[in-house]
């Protein structure tokens, strides 16, 4: 667009409109840089006014992230002996739980510093201010070189993500929120990093002692819902050893916490007794995946293996709602089923959609799945959905309605779907997307104009996955790998830019690989282990 807009103002004219809207438009864009670097500076001051030890070891150069629990700050620390070192600093919000603080601090110092896992090199308090320094790892923008890897660079990845989930999976971590920015990749360094431990959860034997101390929101508020003392599986009870000194923090200062403990919750109760929040069963009304189309909805139900045990729901499943797309006062009034979910929706498995709450590591591998999707597509975010029944039915147009709703069926949960969809072949799906089927022109230099951050599935577009490639070209928004980025690799870009060896020929097992890692049977997924000696990796060594 704008570079056709260049072209015609070749000869502009002294005061043409269009030279002073660009000037205009250039002038907000300095406006609003400065105003971003004030507000930068002025995090800075106040995480040097909240943890004021910091000053005395590093100079902290730039804010490099901020998501809705923390903020990551880039710094430098002059240490006793050899070159200024690098770090990042992660100032966790105070509300975080004193518990989820310490036991995100134990992942990465007990599962981190190898296999691609992040390690941790100090921790500073003060008061409820905690600050995790890292060493700091200049990575990419998954989006900005999505289109621009090469083959084998794909493989690289993927075959260090997995390295990293073995790791932590061997520790009874599962980490619940893998996605492309939570693994750094430093592209031309080749040095990748799985972070943010701030949703993990332990599995029934994790090696991880705080994650047995830390549970979800959701299973919060089932205890909240039950009133019930009764603590379950690997949980702790009241009076079980919460570190001390963490536990005089204070947390009760802002709405925002991050999914904490039973101890929490349990003094919680006995305070007021009250309902942490008002059951969501409206949740299960149908939502609509195309706009004003006819879609599919769908409808999530426990199942009656399930029912006994995971809910106190009137038992019979033939409703006056059974098998439409309404629901009735009975379906209304069941109590909501509670599991864990916390993560990103696009990346969620199905049984983290259902809400199945025995979930394990095999959660992480869908994840990866759903990355290695985008990688194969050439799409981020490939499935973009604002609630969690808009990305089951996403799923199913990938991989089958009829297919979703039998592996449900494994985990306990029973779907209703109103509109049969199949599923597709991943090579087909794949290859339309980037451009490389028969249909299409030929993979060219051109594929960067491919809009690979226009999602592959969003709530606007059709369900019908041949109706969703056909974003228009010429939108992506090209290398924002520029000096003076602090989140980009400086050197990088340029050199890899065309780079698309490989991908006129992508063999079968990258699809079956892919297959098995969206495998809808939590029970049946690949693991990280064995995915590293898929014959994809064949000559590759851990
Ligand atoms: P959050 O819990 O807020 O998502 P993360 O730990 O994921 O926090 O960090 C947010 C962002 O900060 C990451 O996506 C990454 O861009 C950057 N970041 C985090 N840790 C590091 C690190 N060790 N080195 C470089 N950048 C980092
Ligand atoms: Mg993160």
Not at 49 to 76: C, H, M, R, W
Not at 169 to 198: C, E, M, T, W
Not at 217 to 231: L, M, P, T, Y
Request: hydrophobic share 35%; with cysteine.
């Amino acid at each position: 667009m704008e570079a056709s807009l260049g072209i015609q103002m070749d000869e502009p004219m002294a005061f043409s409109p269009q030279r002073d809207r660009f000037q205009a438009e250039g002038s907000s864009k300095k406006n609003e840089q400065n105003f971003k670097l004030a507000g930068v500076k002025k995090d800075i001051e106040k995480l040097y006014e909240a943890v004021p030890q910091l000053s005395n070891v590093f100079k902290i150069k730039d804010k490099i992230g901020e998501g809705t629990f923390s903020s990551v700050y880039l710094a430098t620390a002059q240490l006793q002996v050899g070159p200024e070192e690098k770090i990042a600093l992660k100032h966790l919000i105070p509300t975080s739980h004193p518990i989820r603080i310490a036991a995100e601090l134990q992942c990465l110092t007990v599962a981190g510093g190898q296999d691609n896992v992040m390690g941790v090199k100090y921790c500073f308090r003060k008061n409820d201010h905690v600050v995790i320094a890292m060493p700091y790892l200049e990575h990419e923008s998954f989006l900005d070189i999505l289109n621009s890897l090469s083959f084998q660079e794909v493989r690289e990845y993927m075959f260090n993500l997995f390295k990293a989930l073995k790791r932590i999976h061997q520790f009874g971590i599962v980490h619940r929120d893998v996605k492309p920015s939570n693994f750094l990749y430093n592209r031309r360094l080749k040095k990748y990093a799985l972070v943010d431990f701030g949703l993990a959860q332990g599995t029934h034997d994790t090696k991880i002692e705080l994650l047995k101390f830390v549970q979800s929101e959701a299973q919060q508020e089932r205890c909240s819902q039950n009133k019930s003392h009764i603590i379950t599986g690997n949980k702790i009870p009241l009076s079980g050893p919460v570190p001390k000194e963490l536990d005089q923090q204070s947390t009760t200062k802002a709405s925002v916490k991050r999914p904490y403990t039973n101890a929490q919750i349990q003094i919680k109760q006995g305070k007021d007794g009250k309902l942490m929040k008002q059951s969501k069963t409206v949740d299960v009304l149908s939502r609509k995946l195309a706009t004003k189309k006819k879609a599919i909805s769908t409808k999530v139900m426990n199942s009656g293996v399930m029912r006994k045990t995971a809910s106190s729901c009137p038992a019979s499943l033939t409703c006056d709602c059974y098998a439409t797309d309404k629901v009735c006062s009975i379906c209304l009034s069941r109590r909501q089923q509670v599991a864990p979910r916390a993560g990103t929706p696009g990346f969620r498995a199905p049984e983290v959609l259902t809400k199945c709450p025995n979930q394990t590591t095999a959660i992480d591998m869908w994840s990866a799945g759903v990355i290695f999707l985008s990688l194969l597509s050439g799409r981020y975010p490939f499935y973009k959905a604002s609630d969690d029944l808009t990305a089951l039915a996403q799923i199913m147009t990938i991989r089958g309605s009829r297919e979703t709703i039998q592996a449900a069926k494994t985990f306990g949960k029973s779907i209703l779907c109103s509109k049969e969809v199949p599923a597709q072949d991943l090579r087909k799906l794949c290859e339309r997307l980037r451009g490389m089927d028969s249909n299409t022109p030929k993979l060219t230099s051109d594929v960067q104009g491919h809009a690979s951050h226009q999602p592959a599935i969003s709530e606007k577009t059709d369900h019908k996955a041949s109706h969703l490639i056909q974003t228009p070209p010429g939108q992506y928004s090209g290398n924002s790998l520029k000096k003076g980025d602090s989140n980009s690799c400086e050197h990088c870009f340029d050199e890899y830019n065309t780079n698309l060896e490989g991908w006129n020929e992508v063999p079968d097992e990258a699809y079956d690989l892919l297959d098995k890692l969206l495998d809808l049977n939590p029970a049946s997924r690949i693991t990280a282990e064995e995915a590293l000696w898929h014959p994809f990796f064949k000559d590759m060594s851990l």
